[in-house]
């Protein structure tokens, strides 16, 4: 089945650094989604973004859904230790289509 | 609201069991489905189901059974267990079909011996 490429697999920063992270796809999405998990739980909704060009915040989180429809990336500001967990992107293929295709993950790590 | 709930949270089942993932929401949504997970792998899709007695096979249907007799349920059986079916099962729902925002439940590690 279809997977996204999402890069990096794992980061280590340090308490206060920015974080970028980045997911494409061979095929165009038409709804990009940024998920978080955290140990022992599911996927929690961080940010969708449904029109490409597209840029979104929630908090210290931006998302953006890139133009050519085949990429999206999240950056986080200002890390912090509750920032760690698993970030997987999501897409959409077509309007109507409920069916996701989920990345592989970025495990981010934060070195006090 | 409860949200998406799952149980068991753990399972350890042996080879040729057969056992039942419960999940329910109580949100009233339309959408539910059904995702595996696997170190590397990201979330693969099982089943779904767009409504009461409506159910479709995702990318990794081989082995499990879904039926949705209720809105608010969901459940997922494993017929007969095999070692490759050890994973963590996650339930999603959306409220509305066609929706892309899936809300998640908090899963079950499943390990078949």
């Known amino acids: 089945g279809q997977q996204l490429n999402q890069s990096p697999q794992s980061m280590f920063i340090q308490e206060g650094e920015d974080v970028s992270m980045n997911c494409t796809s061979s095929?165009?999405?038409?709804?990009w989604l940024w998920y978080k998990q955290e140990p022992g739980e599911g996927p929690v909704l961080l940010i969708a973004?449904?029109?490409?060009?597209e840029l979104t915040s929630n908090g210290r989180l931006t998302a953006q859904f890139g133009i050519t429809r085949k990429d999206s990336f999240l950056n986080i500001s200002a890390s912090i230790p509750s920032d760690v967990g698993i970030y997987f992107c999501?897409?959409?293929?077509?309007?109507?289509?409920?069916?996701?295709?989920f990345g592989t993950g970025t495990r981010l790590t934060i070195i006090p | 609201n409860a949200g998406v709930t799952q149980t068991p949270k753990f399972q350890v089942l042996k080879t040729g069991q057969s056992m039942t993932l419960q999940c329910a929401q109580d949100?009233?949504?339309?959408?539910m489905s059904w995702y595996r997970q696997d170190p590397g792998m990201g979330l693969r899709l099982i089943h779904y189901?767009?409504?009461?007695?409506?159910?479709d096979q995702g990318e990794v249907p081989n082995g499990y059974n879904v039926s949705r007799s209720t809105t608010e349920d969901f459940p997922l059986r494993l017929l007969s267990a095999a070692p490759s079916q050890t994973s963590v099962y996650f339930c999603?729902?959306?409220?509305?079909?066609?929706?892309?925002?899936?809300?998640f439940g908090p899963g079950t590690r499943l390990t078949v011996l």
């Open positions: 949100m009233n949504h339309e959408y």
């Open positions: 973004l449904y029109k490409a060009g």
């Open positions: 999501a897409g959409q293929a077509r309007f109507g289509n409920e069916k996701l295709t």
């Open positions: 095929s165009i999405f038409n709804t």
């Open positions: 189901s767009v409504g009461a007695g409506i159910t």
């Open positions: 999603a729902s959306s409220y509305e079909v066609g929706r892309s925002e899936q809300f």
